[in-house]
């Protein structure tokens, strides 16, 4: 049992460059979240799903956009990277949403230069 | 939307002292409020939560007391150990969808 898994774990991108960002849980949660960690900013929320084919905004979605294909999978793509996008990206499931325990991926450490 | 904020920022105390983290929170039909530790390069993990029928809840050295009339939650650490350092986050939700954090707070617990 894995729990929440995040790949990759470390990028360097260049300025206008693509990528995604692959989470995958295998503990059958339906509500899976992707969130953004800056230093002394928090977590803050960048897309969240509900269950397999939805996906809402968060705090901060803009330059993102997320799918869910598949219930264990939680995909994040920046399509043209910025330098104000270099943070540390983190995945987070739950079985219940925002009233149970969040399980955190390990984080995804992203340089934009 | 809700609003958490998190005092202090940074917090040191010695080893064997209490320490005591103050979240506030804007929305009065929040009603579950969770504390993740996050240590250093790891990721944030779940240590206690209580819910708004609820005064306060312990396990053993920590404890989160919840005032729904003033809108505040605290998180208190008692016989710190080195251990202990890392960031605590609070955060608040009313509903299923979203969870709001607080900005954090780095304790650092000097032997």
């Known amino acids: 049992n894995a729990g929440v898994t995040q790949t990759p774990k470390f990028r360097v991108l260049k300025t206008g460059q693509s990528m995604t960002l692959l989470c995958a849980q295998d503990m059958n949660h339906e509500y899976m979240y992707w969130y953004r960690q800056d230093p002394g900013m928090g977590l803050r929320l960048i897309h969240y799903s509900v269950g397999e084919g939805t996906t809402a905004k968060g705090e901060v979605p803009d330059g993102y956009n997320v799918s869910r294909l598949k219930k264990q999978n939680f995909l994040l793509g920046l399509e043209s990277a910025a330098p104000s996008q270099t943070s540390v990206y983190f995945c987070?499931?739950?079985?219940?949403?925002?009233?149970?325990?969040?399980?955190f991926g390990q984080g995804t450490r992203l340089t934009v230069v | 939307g809700e609003n958490v904020e998190q005092h202090p920022s940074t917090l040191s105390v010695q080893e064997g002292d209490s320490a005591v983290i103050k979240c506030t929170y804007s929305?009065?039909?929040?009603?579950?409020f969770p504390w993740y530790k996050q240590e250093l390069g790891k990721r944030p993990q779940l240590i206690i939560d209580i819910r708004s029928n609820v005064g306060e809840k312990k396990d053993q050295r920590i404890a989160v007391t919840l005032n729904k009339t003033a809108k505040h939650f605290s998180l208190h650490i008692t016989e710190t150990q080195p251990e202990d350092s890392a960031v605590y986050f609070c955060a608040a939700s009313k509903g299923y969808s979203t969870l709001t954090f607080g900005k954090g707070t780095m304790l650092l617990v000097s032997p």
């Open positions: 929305d009065s039909a929040s009603n579950y």
């Open positions: 987070a499931s739950s079985s219940q949403g925002a009233q149970t325990e969040a399980f």
